[in-house]
């Protein structure tokens, strides 16, 4: 898994560590620690996505997400490549990183990742189980395989892309319940970003 650069990597070590009292910077001892991998694992198993996602106290609810449908591109940019890998790139000047961390998780599908990184559970992001039930069903319609993540930020490639607009823009207001941030400090309508869906094989997912 691909986590991008030296600041992207202690992120992430962050968010595994912060809530478990056995790890340097972790709480207190007799703190409760967090659910294991098998644990989150086993969680996402009973969740069904994307609408399993109002089970989550944090999520938004959907009387809130009020970005427009909007109207369907003229010309989409995109293709192939599409946003590509952004955690293995700088984002101020655009180029790639000089050196990028690989972790290597003893994870038997792609999807699992967020279990063993104890990815989410802050602001609008979800918690892990979520994450892994929403991945495991892309995965399951769209070939979606995670290949980047670091600190607030996803980036999943996919083998399969939405066959008509219909369902591009089911997908689209999928993914805008699953990450607000990919329409309202994005692409700004579900039109927009479901015409994208059609023409890219990456897809990209930022929390703040």
């Keep these: 898994m691909i986590v991008g650069s030296d600041k992207d990597l202690r992120a992430i070590a962050d968010q595994f560590s912060i809530d478990d009292p056995t790890l340097p910077g972790g709480p207190a001892p007799g703190t409760r620690?967090?659910?294991?991998?098998?644990?989150?694992?086993k969680a996402a198993e009973g969740l069904h996505m994307p609408q399993d996602l109002s089970k989550w106290s944090g999520a938004v609810a959907e009387e809130d997400l009020r970005a427009p449908e909007g109207v369907w591109p003229a010309n989409v940019s995109g293709g192939d490549d599409g946003t590509g890998l952004t955690v293995a790139t700088d984002v101020l000047t655009n180029k790639p990183y000089e050196r990028v961390h690989i972790l290597l998780i003893p994870a038997r599908h792609g999807w699992e990742v967020p279990a063993y990184l104890r990815y989410g559970d802050w602001n609008a992001c979800p918690p892990a189980e979520y994450h892994v039930a929403m991945l495991r069903d892309w995965h399951a319609r769209y070939g979606a395989e995670?290949?980047?993540?670091n600190g607030d930020t996803m980036n999943?490639?996919?083998a399969r892309q939405p066959r008509d607009r219909?369902?591009?823009?089911?997908l689209a207001r999928e993914?805008?319940?699953?990450c607000p941030d990919v329409i309202e400090q994005g692409v700004e309508s579900v039109a927009a970003l479901a015409a994208g869906l059609m023409h890219e094989k990456w897809w990209f997912f930022w929390w703040d």
Excluded: N, T, W
């Design 33 to 41: 620690p967090p659910p294991s991998p098998a644990e989150i694992l």
């Design 146 to 149: 995670l290949v980047g993540l």
């Design 156 to 158: 999943v490639r996919v």
């Design 166 to 170: 219909a369902a591009a823009l089911a």
């Design 175 to 178: 993914q805008y319940r699953y």
